[in-house]
């Protein structure tokens, strides 16, 4: 991932977008279909990622072909993408659960 110039997620459905957190960590620039749960959960349109419709297969090209063709814009998708994939780190969210023991483990 950390060599592709763009990561596409043409999914109809997600659960949760784990692959797509995946893609931001390495620093891709992600594309990602807006999908009724998961990448719009993830992706803040066009500052860490781009979402477009779920079917809209020329929304998908044109928004690959955006990352492809203008490196500032490529730029700025792998580095907010990498900050934002730091929110559902292993530490992070390690630390937000000791946080709720200590607070459950003190009433």
Partial sequence: MAR????VLASLQEGFGN???EAMACG?????TDCPV????IIENMKNGILVPV????????AIFKVLNDPVLAEQLSTAGRERAKFFSVAKN??????????????
């Fill in 28 to 32: 891709a620039s992600v594309v990602s």
């Fill in 38 to 41: 998961g990448p719009g959960e």
């Fill in 94 to 107: 390690v630390g937000e659960y000791e946080k709720v023991f200590d607070e459950l483990s003190h009433d």
């Fill in 19 to 21: 692959v797509i957190i």
């Fill in 55 to 62: 079917g809209d297969e020329k929304s998908m090209a044109s």
């Fill in 4 to 7: 592709g110039s763009v990561f």
